[in-house]
T-cell receptor, first 121, second 113 residues
Framework: DTGVSQDPRHKITKRGQNVTFRCDPI?????LYWYRQTLGQGPEFLTY????????KSRLLSDRFSAERPKGSFSTLEIQRTEQGDSAMYLC???????????????????FGPGTRLTVL | EDQVTQSPEALRLQEGESSSLNCSYT??????LFWYRQDPGKGPEFLFT???AGEEKEKERLKATLTKKESFLHITAPKPEDSATYLC??????????????FGKGTLLTVNP
């Protein structure tokens, strides 16, 4: 298995600019998650896709944030009009092999990518 | 609301000095408890999944155990390369949000040679 990949790994932007991040999940996984992690904290859930459907958005995800997963493959997370408080590590994870008889641990376990570090100046 | 508390926040050990990290949780209907390792500037790396009280998992110098209220990550004879932040997360089974992970803040482990 190739793992979850994210691009870019680092992004520095000025306040007010728009940024977009990409996540490529493990190819056999149909669930994809976005989390945000700030210094000294654990990751916090942002949003979740099952195939191409976005099934939940956290209250942390303001109107400036939008996520898509066209065709149920890769996903993008866009932040419009960035603010300094958006500076964080943005993590993508995937889970759940498509085959129905996958063992339980493979269904529940989320595998994370390397993250995109966003710095808003 | 699901809650996860990890202790201690930081732990410094000498190489070979065994110890345990604690993760206490409050959830409605536990589906799974997860341990991850995170190195600076990188994403969390999966270590273990535990499902029910009494379950234990082992991997090299690490052993994870689970009770109805908490989990322990035991580190036996640690080496400097075990230095990292160890994250605990739970996935609850009640209601619609039965897929997201709720994380603790982590324990920063430093193993000195």
């Amino acid at each position: 298995d190739t793992g979850v990949s994210q691009d870019p790994r680092h992004k520095i932007t000025k306040r007010g600019q728009n940024v977009t991040f990409r996540c490529d999940p493990i190819s056999e996984h149909n669930r994809l998650y976005w989390y945000r992690q700030t210094l000294g904290q654990g990751p916090e859930f942002l949003t979740y896709f099952q195939n191409e459907a976005q099934l939940e958005k956290s209250r942390l995800l303001s109107d400036r944030f939008s996520a898509e997963r066209p065709k149920g493959s890769f996903s993008t997370l866009e932040i419009q009009r960035t603010e300094q408080g958006d500076s964080a590590m943005y993590l993508c994870a995937s889970s759940t092999p498509r085959q129905e008889d996958a063992p339980r641990h493979r269904i529940l376990t989320q595998y994370f990518g390397p993250g995109t570090r966003l710095t808003v100046l | 609301e699901d809650q996860v508390t990890q202790s201690p926040e930081a732990l410094r050990l000498q190489e070979g000095e065994s110890s345990s990290l604690n993760c206490s949780y409050t959830v409605s209907g536990l589906r799974g408890l997860f341990w991850y390792r995170q190195d600076p500037g990188k994403g969390p790396e999966f270590l273990f999944t535990l499902y029910s009280a009494g379950e234990e998992k082992e991997k090299e110098r690490l052993k994870a155990t689970l009770t109805k209220k908490e989990s322990f990550l035991h580190i036996t004879a640690p080496k400097p390369e075990d230095s990292a932040t160890y994250l605990c997360a739970v996935q609850a089974g009640s209601g619609g949000s039965n897929y997201k992970l709720t994380f603790g803040k982590g324990t920063l482990l430093t193993v000195n040679p």
